[in-house]
């Protein structure tokens, strides 16, 4: 039936989408140049700012502490890289491998010193992590490791938390803290697509990581440092069981500690898992969990418990590495070279620069200048003088990696407390500044775990430090209550 309308002409939106086209592309290519024009005033301004204040900061190491060209270079360089890993002005890659170029031009390290630090053992152990965990998300295997954690907590995001905690606890067992990250970062992306409650799952990979690694002596490179270093000054040392004896109530309540951090706000959201329902292990699945099982084996084998059982004395990076290497061979594994593509590799110029630094300060001596500091605060209660190490090491490991930093500080901490503590004490101290670098949540160089996560989950440093502080206090608490009434007895 015609209406009074019908003779109106209709106007067909396909007669008229070249010009729609048109517009749309020209607003598209507006935004974009504006865009672009605002991302390179960004990165000049963060160049600019991040070049003064190194200047600035090597101006007044020369003029006002009378430092040498050495030292006041390194200081700005130093100033330099802090600044722009935090605004991000360049890629992360590529600031780490500033101070091969840096450090030889102020004559602070030659060149092949320098780039030694970029083929540290340790790397090869994130490198053989990295090459495993790219395989687990290639072919699916963390979907099942998913499904079944968190088939065992309720459907919320307090239990995702939870079962990514528990299961980080778990694996550090055997584990070291990065290769627990790089399993479990899979697994955190796959459960939900909202930004907020990723960001959420991906720090509890992080943090669950980070704490998993003080339980045993093998879960993190600084715990086996502190044992091979009290062996070296002679020492007691302290055995695998009685290690875990001493940090497992440690760890328990950081894990509780945790998941009450990071679930709050979010009692009111509903999480769909459903994603999971319809997966299923398959063959390919069950041959790499057995070579998973297999690498946890010879893991626990490898590792020493002494006094009754010395291990296979194989180098735990090697180990790592051979089974990352396997990832590759046809019929065996499950990657093939294309796959190497996403294998993060600014996270092993990351760590190569923190070592770099490590190694420049201990070139330059700048340890010697953290002695009058401990001699001075010697004099205080050893509770007050206990909760100025852990500041010293949270404020340390914002531009140093944990292990660079336990290195250098250990033998800082020996030297400089030998005249005032007697060995039990110097052990307790020394472990105090041992368990609290692993507990710096702060910033993506602060420990691996932390590295890995904000590289392959993209989280942002903002979240990771404001949730990172809270969980670091916390920690410091907790390590001044255990050093003072619990770790005393065993040492």
């Known amino acids: 039936m015609k209406t009074p309308f019908s003779k109106i002409p209709r106007f067909s939106p396909n007669k008229f989408s070249p010009f729609h086209r048109g517009i749309q592309n020209g607003v598209r290519g507006e935004l974009q140049a504006k865009f672009k024009l605002r991302g390179r005033l960004q990165v000049l301004i963060g160049l600019i700012f991040s070049i003064v204040m ?6 007044i190491s020369a003029y006002y502490f009378d430092a040498d060209i050495q030292v006041a270079g390194f200081v700005g360089i130093l100033c330099l890289l802090i600044i722009l890993w935090t605004n991000q002005a360049l890629p ?3 600031v780490s491998l500033l101070p091969i170029v840096l450090f030889p031009s102020f004559g602070i390290l030659d060149v092949k010193s320098a780039t030694s630090n ?7 152990l994130f490198l053989g992590g990295f090459m495993l965990a790219t395989a687990v998300e290639k072919i699916g295997l963390h979907r099942i490791i998913a499904k079944k954690f968190l088939s065992l907590f309720p459907p919320t995001p307090k239990g995702v938390i939870t079962a990514l905690g528990v299961v980080s606890v778990a694996l550090g067992s055997a584990l070291s803290n990065s290769t627990v990250a790089l399993l479990l970062i ?19 990979v992080a943090f669950g990581a980070s704490i998993s690694g003080i339980t045993t002596p093998i879960g993190t490179p600084p715990n086996l440092i502190f044992i091979g270093f009290l062996g070296e000054v002679g020492f007691a040392n302290i055995g695998f069981v009685t290690w875990i004896i001493m940090m497992l109530p440690l760890t328990l309540s950081m894990l509780y500690a945790m998941v009450k951090l990071l679930s709050y706000g979010l ?3 509903n999480l769909e898992v459903e994603v999971f329902k319809d997966v299923s292990i398959s063959s390919t699945h069950k041959r790499l969990l057995v070579m998973v099982c297999i690498l946890l084996v010879v893991l626990l084998l490898n590792s020493p418990i002494k006094p009754f059982y010395n291990g296979l004395g194989l180098n735990e990076n090697v180990i790592l590495l051979a089974f990352g290497l396997l990832m590759f061979v046809p ?17 092993n110029f990351l760590f190569g620069a923190g ?3 490590a190694m420049a300060i201990s070139k330059l001596q700048l340890g010697d200048a953290f002695k009058p500091i401990f001699e001075y605060f010697g004099t205080l209660p050893i509770l007050i003088f206990i909760l100025c190490v852990c500041f010293l090491v949270l404020c340390l490991t914002m531009f140093i990696s944990s292990t660079a930093l336990i290195t250098i500080l250990l033998s800082i901490i020996y030297a400089s407390t030998k005249s005032f503590l007697d060995p039990q004490m110097q052990s307790l101290v020394m472990l105090v500044a041992t368990i609290c670098v692993g507990f710096s949540f702060m910033f993506p160089i602060s420990t691996p775990p932390n590295a890995i996560v904000f590289s392959k989950g993209g989280v942002k440093i903002w979240d990771m430090f404001r949730f990172g502080i809270m969980l670091s206090c ?10 003072m009434l619990y770790w005393r007895l065993f040492l």
């Open 331 to 347: 019929k065996l594994g499950f990657l093939k070279w294309e796959d190497s593509k996403e294998i993060p590799y600014e996270i």
């Open 186 to 204: 899979p697994v955190a992306l796959s459960i939900s697509q909202d930004s907020v409650l990723k960001t959420r799952f991906l720090l509890a």
């Open 355 to 357: 070592f770099c630094i």
């Open 54 to 59: 190194a200047l600035l900061a090597g101006a």
């Open 92 to 94: 992360l890659g590529i």
């Open 267 to 269: 009692e009111n959201q």
């Open 118 to 124: 970029y083929a540290n053992p340790i790397i090869f």
């Open 474 to 483: 916390i920690g410091i608490v907790l390590i001044l209550g255990f050093s």
